[in-house]
Every structure is written in structure tokens, then in C-alpha cells.
């Protein structure tokens, strides 16, 4: 259900299981986390993640799976791949999600895990656990309110309330709300992205993290932050600045 299509330095990785709504399945955490590191080792710099044009983005998780919760360890297995695909995905290469039609449950999740999000016109939030009775994992509880703010998420979380794109874009879910233009927005991005220093960018993303964990300082940020000054890239990139013809 994952299609991965690198092109240079720009990899595209779409959800494409219309029959399910792009429902990912228990083995289906484990192929996220393996498409999103193929698009690394595979030297592309960004990764735009994307559902069916004109379907969903991705329903959540496949309640087929749910039947087999009557054993302790089906849950642990379930919660554990869920975690795994998303801290694989979070791991890699910069990442910008497209959101068009359903984002739902654990679809959110999956949106949330990218660096970055865009909305489009018929984008629909909604994270339902407790109309089924169930929770959220934590990690994707600190997630949302990282994003958006406790009082949004309990919104969102205690009243399973669904939301459209512009909605979403107020709130902070998503970067922007682009119902006629977003994927000239999510190509311009992603090439900008792309353009820039991979070390520079794998050392921005961990400071993202770590900043969005409410970690202020960091000792290897400190480290490669002086290594990134002295690396030949800058020399690179310092020399063909200064050899631009001025304006």
C-alpha cells in the first residue's frame, strides 16, 4: 500500500489502498518505517507524503486488526508497531505530509510524525479513540498538544470532533490551508529543502526535535553546530556566494 518513487534529491511516498481508506494494517507500521528510510538511503533529501488524490489520506489504523485484541499480547504488538513506524518515520529525512480527504485516529498520527503539513480543499481531522471506547498513545497525545495547545487537543481528543482544512491551519495542526494551489506549495518546499546542506538539515531537524521535547540545550547540538563551522560544505557554499555578480 505504500508506492515510493524517488526522483533525485525529491522522494514521494503515497499511501494506495483505496478500499480501506488507506487503513495501514498491523505489517503496514513496519513497510511505513521501511519506505521512509529507503527514500533516505537512496539519497533523496525530502520526502512528500501523500494519500490518493481525490480519496483519503489515511483513515487511522485497520480495525480488521481489532479482532485479535482479546490477547494481551496482540495489544503490545499493535501499540509497538504503531510506535516503531512513526519514530522511523520521524527519524529520516525531512518530511512534509499532504493532506487531502481523511486524516483520521492514527492517520493524524502519521501527519504528525512529518516535519511539515499542508491541507487541502476537502482535508478532514478527526481523532476519534473514544467514540470506539479506546485511547490515544501518549507520544502522539504530546504531539498534538506540542502543536496545537492542551485546549485544542482535548477538543479534538474528548469530543472526537472532525475538522476541515482551514480549521486545522488555525489551530496549528497544519502549516497552511492551500484549497487551489497545494501542490505547487508542497513542490516549491520540497525543492527548497532539497537545495540545502544534507548535514545541516539532519542537524536542524534533531534541534526541531529536541526544541519540540522542551530540551533548550544540548551537548552533541553544541558539537555539530562548531563541526558544521568548520565543515567544507560551508567553504563550498561560502565560495559560490561570494562568487554570485552583484546586483
Not at 223 to 239: K, N, P, V, W
Request: hydrophobic content about 45%; some cysteine.
Amino acid at each position: 500500500m505504500f508506492e515510493l518513487h524517488i526522483d533525485g534529491p525529491v522522494a514521494r511516498l503515497r499511501l494506495s489502498k483505496p478500499e480501506t481508506r488507506n487503513a495501514i494494517p498491523l505489517s503496514g507500521w513496519a513497510k511505513l518505517g521501511d519506505r521512509a528510510e529507503e527514500a533516505g538511503s537512496a539519497g533523496a533529501q525530502v520526502l512528500i507524503l501523500s494519500g490518493i488524490p481525490g480519496g483519503a489520506f489515511c483513515s487511522g489504523a485497520d480495525i480488521s486488526d481489532f479482532d485479535a485484541f482479546a490477547d494481551p499480547g496482540a495489544r503490545t504488538a499493535f501499540r509497538l508497531a504503531i510506535r516503531s513506524g512513526l519514530d522511523r518515520l520521524r527519524a529520516g529525512i525531512p518530511s512534509i505530509a499532504v493532506v487531502e480527504g481523511a486524516c483520521y485516529g492514527a492517520g493524524v498520527a502519521v501527519a504528525m510524525a512529518c516535519d511539515i503539513r499542508f491541507a487541502g480543499a476537502d482535508a478532514q481531522f478527526a481523532i476519534t479513540p473514544a467514540k470506539l471506547g479506546i485511547s490515544y498513545p501518549q507520544e502522539d497525545v504530546h504531539r498534538l498538544v506540542s502543536l496545537v495547545g492542551a485546549g485544542q487537543a482535548a477538543r479534538l481528543l474528548l469530543g472526537a470532533q472532525s475538522i476541515g482544512g482551514e480549521e486545522a491551519e488555525r489551530i496549528g495542526l497544519v502549516e497552511r490551508f492551500l484549497p487551489a494551489s497545494v501542490d505547487e506549495e508542497v513542490e516549491s518546499n520540497a525543492r527548497a529543502i532539497a537545495a540545502n546542506d544534507p548535514e545541516s538539515l539532519r542537524t536542524l531537524k534533531r534541534g526541531l526535535a529536541l526544541a519540540s521535547s522542551g530540551v533548550p540545550s544540548d551537548a552533541q547540538q553544541d558539537r555539530s553546530f562548531e563541526a558544521l563551522l568548520g565543515s567544507d560544505a560551508l567553504i563550498q557554499r561560502l565560495a559560490a556566494y561570494r562568487s554570485r555578480p552583484r546586483r
